[in-house]
């Protein structure tokens, strides 16, 4: 019997396939930024979920390849120190190994080969550029106070507060600022001049979005894009031969340039537009003369995280224990006044949790992946969008903490892959995209329980009648066996249960291990109340002295609201 001929696939049936596939992934990728859902205790927790399946979907549909070896030790290595470091269980840490695991995924799938045309480069700049765009309309709505008509859908801020659905101004001009990255990237692989035209109508909508986020980590994300663009774009002219422009892949640098003036020209205008009167709406200039307030200055900040360090600085206070140390830590100067939880600074923060090795290992390691890579000699433009949305995070992370948030973990992620691709990248072995393919299920499974154990914990902290129908009794009972939110619904029980002798001593517990999750005054009254009432007078002096320093105004609240006279607190021993 003979051998049957080939099976010839005509491409023209295969085309609409890989163009669907590439919306699929372009859409993943930008649904990250752009997800409206949130509820709960925590604010993030659905962004990140959403971002967790979106990132199994990747890995499902694929390519996938592996990233260098230096990528999986860099990320095991920080795992490691985390969940060593951390002193109340996985509760405490289990998020940040997830988060890290995540984005060892996501580097999976930059390290990809490139089998379907543009593949990862074309996948992460539509992805960010279509979010960036729709996150640019959203916000100006938002400017302006018109965006009342989609909520749900985004959130109505007050006026002159543009962020889309990221819900903070640095992380929208964050991502603006990554989407100008793939703008420039996409006018350098495109010749057609609508095409190009259109890229740069897009970046002019960027550009008023990124002044309408008032935003001065943003400005300067923006100012170091432009000033790197500019120079590529004179090496390029300088390189070409006389009156050709075949090599001339980035715009003019002219008119690079120009975009500064006209950035400080928007940011003028656009407060002018919002009405509501004279000063009604902060503008990036007012923003950038009087700067913070002065108690809530990074500056200030930052000399508290330093103390923290000054007090361990070998293995650090714990992950997660950061707010708490800021508690109970006396300053010789001034205090930062809200509860500290971030260093608004990933090397002082993996500094004052982990401790000084472990922050010098973390970020040493990844500063010598970056020297070795050698980024000033780069010349292909798919590394060099990479390289400018990675360093646009790097420089938010020096000054708050993106990589807490799952749509940044992603492009972290696939950013890794993309410049430190494993050895063979063109010849993965056959049984990678299994794994793949079962790290992703397992992904899946990860995301529905946490996501329906989440569910389970936000009843608490919804009003009675707006909560699913079995649990709007008993609603307490009912939550506290969650076993990824355990600090969710501590949090909440101690907050909802009155403090009684005959409970004294189990708040008293209770209150000990959720002031180390919020060390907020309604915690700290019921850690007072109850060790009052066990006899712990000792204790009690000290954290009702502590309370009146940390929180003077609540402290002197709760003096009045229970008629309480300060001297009637137990004297210290």
Known sequence: MGKMPPIAVPIASIQPVYKMLGLTRTALVALTFVCPWVGGPSASAWQLLVSWACLAGLLLIGPVGSPALRVWVWLGLGGVLVALSGSGGPAAWGGACLAIAGIAAA???????????????????????????ISAVLGLLQYYGLAEPLVPWTTAPALGQAYGNLRQRNQFATLISMAWCAALWLHATNDALNVRRRLMAAAGLLLVAAAASTSRTGLLQLLSIIAVATFIAMRERRGAPQGSVAAHRLPDPKWLLATIP????????????????????ESMLQRLHTGAPQDHSRLILWRNVLTLIAQHPWTGWGWGELSFAHYSTRYDGARFVEILDNAHNLPLHLAVELGIPAAVLICGGFLWMVIAARPWRERDPARLMAWGMLGAIVLHSLLEYPLWYGPFQLVFGLCLGMLWPGKGRSAISPIWPALSSLAAVAMLAIVG????????????????????????????????????????????????????????????????????????????????????????????????????????????????????DPAQLPPPQ
């Open 107 to 133: 580097a999976s799938v930059g390290s990809a080969p490139a089998h379907d045309g543009g593949g990862v480069p074309l996948l992460l700049a539509r992805g960010v550029l279509a979010a960036g765009l």
């Open 262 to 281: 006209l950035y400080f020209a928007i940011a003028w205008l656009l407060p002018q537009l919002a009405g509501g009167g004279e000063g009604a709406v």
């Open 449 to 564: 329980l946490a996501g329906w154990d989440y569910i389970r914990v936000s009843q608490i902290y919804l009003p009675p009648d707006e909560r699913l129908p079995a649990y709007q009794e008993d609603t307490l009972a009912k939550v506290r066996g969650t076993w990824l939110f355990t600090r969710q619904a501590e949090f909440a029980e101690l907050t909802l249960v009155a403090v009684t002798p005959a409970n004294a001593a189990e708040m008293h517990s209770l209150a000990q291990r959720v002031i180390h999750f919020s060390p907020e005054p309604r915690v700290i009254i019921k850690l007072i109340e109850s060790a009052q009432l066990l006899g712990r007078d000792a204790e009690a002096r000290a954290q009702a002295e502590r309370f009146s320093e940390v929180y003077p105004q609540e402290f002197a609240r709760w003096l009045k609201e229970a008629d309480r």
